[in-house]
């Protein structure tokens, strides 16, 4: 985003960042999906998992990184799927 957003409860302009997605590799940024999630399997990495949180299929070619701006004032957030 070119324009730098303004909080619009205090009018102060927002910080620009991301809100780190955790797995066990690493950090990611955040993703948007269009679509509803459509569950990818039982299997990970061709092992078959139980009593796990179960994953969906992610398309790569329409999901957007998502930006979030937070009010140096009041704290909130504000997320865009550039
Ligand atoms: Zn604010």
């Known amino acids: 985003m070119s324009i730098i957003p303004r909080c ?8 620009k960042g991301f ?3 955790n797995t066990f590799l690493g950090a ?3 993703v948007w999906h269009p679509g509803d999630p459509e569950s990818a399997g039982d299997t990970f990495f061709g092992m078959k998992v139980k009593n796990r949180t179960k994953t969906v299929h992610i398309d790569e070619s329409g ?9 140096p004032t009041c704290g ?3 997320s865009y799927a550039e």
């Open 19 to 21: 809100v780190p997605d």
């Open 28 to 30: 990611l940024q955040t």
């Open 63 to 71: 999901t957007r990184k998502i930006s979030t701006y937070r009010c």
């Open 8 to 15: 619009p409860d205090c009018e102060t302009e927002m910080e």
């Open 76 to 78: 909130l957030l504000r």
